[in-house]
């Protein structure tokens, strides 16, 4: 099999990866928003409802970022497989991955999760800090109406517990860049 088909191959899977990622993160971005919203509704007349939104807020922070973690790798792979397709063809043919990364966020910058905090912000960063705002705030108030309401702080302590133990599983991998030096390692070794 010729070189180039192998590129174009890997190209497509990267590209649907891509496009089954940003589906699957819209579907469920539509549906921890319902699922909070309906359970900070529930919890005016119930405050045992309370308890739930700080779950639905961590699970749904971890999902969201699982899908940024594909997002990222498939960006990441397919900006080297056009690159590699235009060194084959010598001419810049392939450029999807430029667009991309003005456009949406520039993959190589440093970022939080996906959101970058300089000169390239764009709506998509907008978007991830307007998402992750939404869903700090709803488990922060249900956290602050727990406390206020003398609710059970064993639970309180041991979502404030995973919590922390997300945050900082999530600072290692997408703030420190742990994952994409990963990923910029195994490209140097075939770049």
């Not at 191959?9 to 469920?28: A, G, K, T, V």
């Not at 699982?66 to 990441?76: M, N």
């Amino acid at each position: 099999m010729e070189k180039i088909t192998i590129y174009k191959e890997q190209l497509s899977r990267m590209r649907s990866m891509n496009r089954y990622y940003h589906d699957q993160f819209l579907i469920d971005v539509r549906v921890l928003f319902i699922l909070n919203t309906v359970f900070i509704f529930l919890s005016l007349g119930n405050s045992n409802a309370l308890y739930l939104i700080p779950l639905i807020s961590l699970f749904g922070s971890v999902i969201l970022s699982f899908h940024a973690y594909f997002l990222i790798f498939s960006r990441q792979y397919t900006e080297f497989i056009e690159k590699r397709i235009n060194n084959e063809y010598n001419e810049e043919i392939l450029i999807a991955h430029e667009l991309e990364n003005e456009y949406f966020f520039p993959i190589n910058q440093k970022k939080i999760v996906v959101a970058v905090l300089n000169k390239g912000f764009t709506w998509f960063s907008f978007v991830t800090l307007f998402i992750t705002f939404y869903g700090v705030s709803t488990y922060a108030w249900s956290i602050m109406k727990m406390f206020n309401n003398g609710m059970n702080t064993n639970f309180i302590y041991f979502i404030l517990l995973i919590t922390l133990v997300t945050l900082s599983v999530g600072f290692w991998w997408f703030l420190s860049g742990t994952g994409e030096k990963r990923l910029e390692k195994v490209f140097a070794k075939y770049g």
